[in-house]
């Protein structure tokens, strides 16, 4: 395998955009203290500066309000993928990197080429033998990109950590965001496999992380989550690679709000997946979208497994279990096939996450069905039906419902 600690010793001269070497091959690097308005000034008119990287010419921006940097001249292109750049992620670029030298870091360099992948992190941190690239992602570049970035990381045991620029987050409720399919890969895996993903975020205009915390779906691009502000200077580079697990107990209150503005909203325009689901439901005399049991809404941790709205993958498990006779055999791995053969149900890409796949939230719904009196469990994988779904509620009825089997959920299996 290519030997990273080689490059490190040359990163000094393999920089750029805040770092660049003169026609006289002298390395200015924009962070330093030494580097006055004056002399950059000077320098700009009896030199030329050139990209570490790929050798050719650089402007250099010596604004009165915007950071110092260094830019490619047009039509310049430089041998790896570069995005623009633009004020706010220089300042939280430079922020992120003067906090983590401040703290106990072996090395820390900005911008640091590293030539056996072609890839310029944000900050290259090398702590004993471990190395770590920290991304601050403002823009949006293609999925396939940063896929490629990460796993190129990961190959030659660096640990990408990915931050989303604050400003990009898009919160609807105190517990409720908006994730995009893009912004997604930017989540990192729970303390154990089977905890939900995280979301970091940092926004340099009040120096403060948003983690997000138990990130659960509620429909493709509506995630429940909890959030925690975390001011830059209490917060170390450690914190970064490990977070805790959360439990949703204390905030389950928030996830039954997310259920009633379902409830309560006109299934109108709803996507092909619902139309058909709706037809399903009319055309076996069950019920309407909105009227959907409470058991079809568990806020499960593996839940993150499908793209599917988690009442549409839920409920098809219930009709699954509908058409069985009570105390009838309901076996985990005919549960799966039947869910995988159905083409309405989508998955959610973790590849960048985990293995796991959406047997394991199949199994996990079984299990919290199970804690709720639906099913009874009695042996591996293998339970009965223990009771009916009551899909006739009314609205009043299903709101009682949603808050008494919401608690109880959350009770028996003490999330």
């Not at 962070?31 to 650089?58: A, D, G, H, M």
């Amino acid at each position: 395998m290519y030997n990273i600690g080689e490059e490190v010793h040359e990163w000094e001269m393999i920089q750029s955009m805040l770092v660049a070497k003169t026609s006289k091959n002298t390395v200015i690097n924009l962070t330093e203290k030494q580097w006055t308005y004056e002399t950059l000034y000077r320098i700009r008119k009896e030199e030329s500066f050139y990209c570490p990287v790929c050798e050719n010419e650089l402007d250099l921006k010596l604004g009165k309000i915007k950071i110092y940097h260094f830019s490619h001249q047009k039509n310049k292109t430089c041998r790896i993928e570069l995005e623009q750049e633009s004020e706010y992620h220089l300042k939280g670029k430079l922020k992120l990197y003067e906090w983590i030298k401040s703290q106990n870091i072996q090395s820390a360099k900005l911008e640091h080429y590293l030539p056996s992948i072609s890839q310029r992190p944000d900050i290259f941190i090398k702590q004993g033998s471990e190395f770590t690239a920290i991304e601050f992602q403002c823009s949006t570049i293609p999925s396939s990109l940063l896929t490629k970035r990460t796993k190129q990381y990961k190959q030659f045991r660096i640990e990408p950590i990915w931050i989303l620029g604050g400003k990009n987050v898009s919160r609807t409720s105190s517990h409720t965001f908006r994730i995009s399919q893009f912004q997604w890969l930017f989540t990192r895996p729970g303390s154990v496999p089977l905890d939900p993903p995280s979301l970091l975020t940092f926004c340099p205009q009040v120096n403060s992380f948003l983690f997000l915390d138990h990130l659960i779906p509620f429909s493709k691009q509506t995630f429940f989550a909890i959030p925690g502000y975390q001011p830059l200077k209490m917060v170390i580079l450690s914190d970064l690679h490990f977070r805790k697990s959360v439990s949703i107990h204390p905030f389950i209150s928030q996830w039954i709000k997310l259920i009633r503005s379902h409830r309560l909203k006109p299934a109108i325009h709803l996507p092909p997946e619902l139309k058909k689901l709706q037809k399903d439901l009319y055309e076996k005399n069950l019920t309407s979208i909105p009227l959907i049991p409470s058991e079809a809404f568990l806020p499960l941790k593996t839940s993150y497994l499908f793209y599917s709205h988690i009442f549409l993958w839920q409920t098809k498990i219930l009709l699954f279990i509908h058409q069985k006779n009570l105390f009838e055999k309901i076996i985990l791995e005919e549960t799966v096939n039947e869910i995988k053969n159905d083409p309405s149900l989508e998955r959610r890409d973790v590849t960048l996450l985990n293995n796991l796949t959406i047997g394991a939230a199949i199994l996990e719904y079984l299990q919290a069905l199970t804690s709720i009196g639906v099913l009874r469990n009695v042996q591996k994988n293998t339970y009965i039906k223990q009771r009916e779904i009551n899909w006739q509620c009314s609205l009043l009825e299903l709101l009682k419902n949603d808050e008494m089997i919401m608690n109880k959920f959350v009770s028996k299996c003490g999330r």
